[in-house]
């Protein structure tokens, strides 16, 4: 607008030379109009059509060559969010951006967002966004811990859950009885010193059977501890 009021002042002055220069301009400005909206309506194409990569491509390449477009400044640079497990709740910003997989949007000239996820079971997670981020984010979200049973020696076996108790080998030589809800030691078994307890124990009935380095099978009466 600021050139064509030029170019009409210079043409009014009789400025030929300043009018030339004006109307080059305009013509500049015109095509940098013109192509802003063509990026952005291909960005808008790729990323309906599923196609994120290009779309990012796009609206990258018209922030950086149209910068003072008002197609830029419309324009938002979509990033794919995955999380493991899917399902987790996706917020950027105080935006809802719905549940994983899903492709956030990051606004024009924002240095920086922070993208939140959240899942019943796993801690939360965040980071931060910016537009050099990489148009496909992958997290593994950390399941939340509720109880940690500290032992002696490695627990290479599989626990194995009786009633309300959770019964776990270690390498230690012994065998621990936990509690289900809090992981609390309730009883401890102890093998011969130098037997390592690797497989996990059965349960069959009233007793608990477990086999140990030390050569010996061992049988427990759970009702008497």
């Excluded at 951006?97 to 997670?125: C, D, H, K, N, Y």
Aim: charged share 25%; aromatic share 8%.
């Amino acid at each position: 607008d600021v050139f064509v009021e030029v170019e009409t002042w210079a043409r009014g002055k009789g400025d030929a030379a300043l009018e030339r220069q004006a109307r080059e301009r305009v013509d500049k400005a015109e095509a940098a109009l013109a192509q802003a909206r063509e990026l952005s309506v291909d960005a808008a194409r790729e990323l309906g059509a599923g196609r994120l990569d290009e779309a990012y491509r796009l609206v990258h390449r018209l922030w950086k060559e149209f910068p003072f477009t008002p197609a830029a400044r419309a324009a938002t640079l979509p990033i794919k969010v995955v999380t493991f497990p899917p399902g987790a709740s996706a917020k950027l910003g105080t935006s809802d951006m719905g549940r994983t997989p899903a492709v956030v949007q990051l606004p024009f000239r924002v240095a920086s967002a922070t993208l939140w996820m959240e899942a019943p079971g796993f801690l939360p997670a965040k980071v931060e966004v910016t537009p050099e981020s990489p148009p496909t984010l992958t997290f593994h979200l950390e399941k939340v811990v509720h109880w940690r049973l500290r032992t002696r020696g490695a627990i290479e076996a599989r626990p194995v859950l009786a009633g309300d108790r959770l019964l776990v080998a270690s390498r230690d030589g012994r065998v621990y009885a936990a509690s289900r809800d809090k992981g609390e030691a309730v009883w401890v078994f102890a093998a011969d010193t130098s037997g390592d307890v690797i497989a996990p124990p059965a349960v069959h009935g009233d007793s608990l059977y477990f086999g140990s380095n030390d050569h010996r099978l061992y049988r427990i009466g759970l009702a008497d501890v």
